[in-house]
């Protein structure tokens, strides 16, 4: 299945609260702060501390993505100010199936903003790049990021034990999917409600 290269939405995602734009140099001190979070040392690669030379290492990687066309990685923002509320990227594996990962700003968390990414970003990319699957994953203990997924139409398919090995430690991975399918029988459900 030939799949067209990922490139940023034209025009940016929008939600009235939550917007997904390029993420881009002038992040930066802003990807720095809130990478300092131990919750998202925690969950995501992200190195610990985090600095500078980091973010920038970070935005060279996925510019490389984004070129190759085969990611993208977005900033989520707030759709008033604009201010820097979190990241969410999206990589396609050549066989149809999307992976997504995510992570908010101790500022940003316990205001929806990550299940609204989630739900625009994965809205466009079946919707515009006729992706068959999307996936993510999340550790076991992330009870966090689990009820993001659930909350943005995903299932939660199963525990992949031992899956990956993050900063020393094999960790259980929740792996969750959306499919075409699952959008219309959400987006059903919601109105029926």
């Not at 515009?128 to 999307?134: D, Q, S």
Request: aromatic fraction near 6%; glycine fraction near 12%; hydrophobic fraction near 40%.
């Amino acid at each position: 299945m030939k799949l067209p290269p990922l490139s940023p939405p034209d025009p940016p995602l929008d939600d009235g609260t939550v917007a997904l734009r390029p993420v881009s140099v002038t992040d930066i001190p802003d990807l720095v702060t809130a990478c300092q979070d131990p919750d998202i040392a925690r969950w995501t690669t992200v190195p610990s501390p985090y600095s500078e030379a980091d973010a920038e290492a970070w935005l060279a990687g996925q510019e490389a993505g984004m070129a190759s066309g085969h990611a993208l990685a977005l900033a989520i923002v707030s759709s008033a100010g604009g201010e820097l509320l979190g990241a969410i990227e999206v990589g396609q594996r050549g066989d149809g199936v999307g992976e997504i990962g995510y992570w908010v700003a101790p500022w940003a968390r316990g205001r929806g903003v990550a299940s609204a990414a989630l739900r625009l970003l994965s809205g466009w990319v079946i919707g515009h790049l006729g992706l068959e699957r999307l996936q993510l994953k999340a550790d076991v203990r992330n009870q966090a990021s689990q009820a993001v997924a659930l909350r943005a139409g995903y299932r939660r398919e199963g525990v992949l034990r031992s899956y990956v090995e993050l900063k020393g430690e094999r960790r259980d991975m929740v792996m969750f999917s959306l499919l075409p399918g699952d959008r219309e029988t959400g987006d059903r459900e919601t109105r029926d409600r």
